[in-house]
């Protein structure tokens, strides 16, 4: 029998392995083996572990929509703390996945100075981010850590999925920012970066988010 260590294995943008009968601790054994500054991510559930190298496309993507969220919310003088690409796991729920980004915003003071997020004490965060170019995302494993709030943008298209009772449901309106419609701007305005570039975007929707909530105002 030939033994590989996983460094050993190169995936080239775009592809991913789906291993099978990965137990709890070959997964958090090949979490660390791969180590942190790497350029895949991971997604375990009960026993099945993906590990996927994203395309250009989708780094692209997660940044600008990443930056558009951090506007939203020092726009509207919402405190927060993002943990980016952080894995979150439980391993007596056999869930472990990765977010393309996410923010801790209701309560962000209890994740302030954090470096390792342990979900048997700390919460999952308010909103996460996919997108959903490589490989689509587990809904089930966010469900399971009780991840309030997802974003999924996949070919040109925002979807935001609300928890309730422990089910996703699909939104018009995010809960984070009720009084925007942030379904249609932000693909807009992704649209605009790659057209004019992500720091005309940048700008632009800046300017556009204080509009709306001059607007909204009383």
């Known amino acids: 029998m030939v033994t590989l260590h ?11 392995v789906v291993l099978s009968d990965v137990n709890w ?3 958090e054994a090949i979490a660390d083996e791969l180590g942190e500054h790497r350029n895949t991510r991971l997604a375990y559930s009960k026993g099945m572990l993906e590990i996927v190298a994203p395309l250009p496309e989708h780094e692209v993507s997660k940044e600008i929509i990443g ?15 993002c943990f980016g690409s952080t894995t979150f796991k439980r391993q007596d729920m056999e869930y472990g996945i990765e977010p393309d980004n996410c923010f801790y915003i209701r309560q962000p003071e209890l ?10 004490v700390d919460p999952p ?3 996460a981010i996919e997108i959903d170019v490589t490989s689509k995302t587990q809904l089930e494993a966010y469900q399971a850590l009780g991840v309030s ?6 070919n040109g298209k925002l979807r935001i999925d609300v928890l309730q009772n422990g089910r996703y449901i699909q939104s018009q309106l995010s809960p984070t920012f009720p009084t925007l419609p942030v379904s249609d701007a932000i693909p807009r305005f992704v649209r605009q970066s790659k057209l004019e570039g992500q720091s005309a975007a940048l700008k632009a929707f800046r300017k556009w988010v204080k509009e709306q909530i001059q607007k909204n105002e009383p």
């Open 6 to 16: 996983l460094r050993q294995i190169e995936l080239l943008p775009g592809q991913r």
């Open 25 to 27: 601790q070959d997964f």
């Open 67 to 81: 930056d558009l969220v951090k506007i939203l919310l020092e726009e509207l003088d919402i405190d927060r703390e």
């Open 111 to 120: 994740m302030r100075g954090k470096s390792r997020v342990d979900l048997a």
């Open 125 to 127: 965060p308010d909103l």
């Open 149 to 154: 709030e997802l974003w999924r943008y996949d």
